[in-house]
């Protein structure tokens, strides 16, 4: 028999994505958790409950406590942490219910993804080989992070599977540009909350980190949609150096005496 599945989602804003994802799951958790941010202003809400999923409203603080909020309410033996722009491939839906069905001696599973960008599956430029912990037991796990760059903690081993969860994060370039501003001004007061500093030589992220995926990493064979990845991606990274440039400039500024005194 196996293992009742639970999954576990936050959403805000995601009434585009959210039908899809919960269609994925279906016939695999038995329940659905869905902490849905308080501030939404589209049908999230409304489409996570005629679905028959539990909703959660809460405010949102940072992406691990509204992920450890799920967990928390969470039924089910087994987790799966998914989000609204990722899919649970029918081959990987097979695979842990026959994973789980058995004696289980893991604590959480590694999963393989697939990103999809522009109509493709990219397959070079660094994103072939991406895998998370996101099938885990509920009892030994705890979310920890903050602000970005959740993740997931479990006590035990862990195991790999072979099915795939596919990503599709942006449905097109504006799509990648309107969360570029929010994702690198987090990720720029995390770095800054962490000590790190900017350097001269960060100017120089964006044309290595394009030449490192479109070349090195041979992103190029993803055609236009891997080549205009690689140069987005680029510009996250630029940007995240610049914006910690400009918290350091910020902190200056206010501690700098008032020379008209």
């Not at 038995?30 to 589209?42: L, N």
């Not at 001004?185 to 290595?208: E, V």
């Not at 610049?242 to 206010?254: G, V």
């Amino acid at each position: 028999m196996t293992p009742s599945i639970s999954a576990i989602l936050i959403a805000k804003d995601e009434e585009a994505d959210l039908p899809g994802c919960l269609k994925s799951l279906q016939g695999l958790a038995v329940e659905v958790v869905i902490v849905v941010s308080e501030d939404t202003t589209d049908r999230t809400e409304e489409i996570a409950r005629a679905a028959g999923a539990r909703v959660l409203l809460r405010r949102f603080d940072d992406y691990a406590s509204q992920r450890q909020a799920g967990l928390d309410a969470a039924r089910g033996e087994w987790c799966l942490w998914i989000d609204p722009d990722e899919r649970v491939s029918a081959a990987l839906a097979a695979e842990i219910r026959a994973a789980l069905s058995g004696p289980a001696s893991a604590g959480g599973y590694d999963i393989s993804f697939e990103v999809v960008f522009l109509g493709r599956t990219l397959r070079w430029g660094g994103l072939g080989c991406e895998k998370h912990l996101r099938l885990f037991r509920r009892s030994q796990a705890r979310f920890v992070g903050g602000a970005l760059h959740e993740g997931i903690v479990v006590d035990g081993l862990l195991g790999r599977l072979k099915g795939v969860i596919v990503h599709e994060p942006y449905r097109d370039i504006s799509d990648y540009l309107s969360k570029l501003d929010r994702y690198t001004t987090l990720a720029a007061r995390k770095r800054f909350q962490a000590g790190r500093r900017s350097s001269p030589l960060h100017h120089l992220i964006l044309p290595w980190n394009f030449f490192s995926r479109a070349v090195l990493k041979l992103g190029v064979l993803d055609g236009y949609p891997g080549l205009v990845w690689a140069g987005l991606a680029a510009c996250h990274s630029w940007l995240k150096s610049m914006k910690l440039r400009e918290l350091e400039l910020r902190r200056f500024s206010k501690r700098a005496p008032n020379l008209a005194d």
